[in-house]
């Protein structure tokens, strides 16, 4: 956001009108499209307000916290708008945050503080999305292992 030569972005929070392109942006990368609630996302828009990126923070049954459903439309990749997206929500919520990725993203994410934690660390939510990814991995060829990373607060 502050390369004079990148092209400009600003962060916001989600409009309701928004709902569909947010699921619309996040099925297209074949992430998870469950509990896609437009009020927990913030969104990147370009010069003309429109959606460039987007990332929300989950909140699981068992009480903990998932940085989730980080999409950057392929034309902004590689311009600093995931960076702005995570360090935002780093900042607004302090405490420990999970997220899951390909293990190929880990180092992306520890950049940020995150590490890969063992199946003894994840709280219950994590540990069965874990354990349901390796039953399909066991039926289906996947290139990449699910990683589940935890940054402390």
């Not at 972005?9 to 989600?14: D, E, H, I, K, V």
């Not at 034309?75 to 190929?104: D, M």
């Amino acid at each position: 956001m502050g390369d004079p030569n990148l092209p400009k972005f600003t962060l916001r929070s989600a409009r309701q009108d928004e709902a569909q392109l947010i699921k619309a942006v996040i099925r297209a990368e074949q992430l998870n499209p469950m509990n896609l609630n437009w009020r927990h996302f913030t969104l990147a828009v370009d010069e003309r307000d429109q959606l460039i990126g987007c990332v929300q923070i989950k909140q699981h049954n068992d009480g903990s916290y998932e940085l989730a459903s980080l999409v950057v439309l392929p034309a902004w990749r590689g311009q600093g708008v995931a960076r702005a997206l995570i360090e935002y929500l780093l900042a607004s919520h302090p405490g420990e945050l999970y997220l899951t990725c390909r293990s190929s993203l880990e180092p992306f994410y520890q950049k940020f503080g995150f590490r890969a934690v063992d199946l003894d660390e994840m709280t219950p939510y994590f540990r069965r999305i874990w354990r349901i990814f390796k039953v399909i991995k066991s039926l289906v060829r996947l290139p990449d292992r699910l990683s589940v990373m935890l940054k402390n607060g």
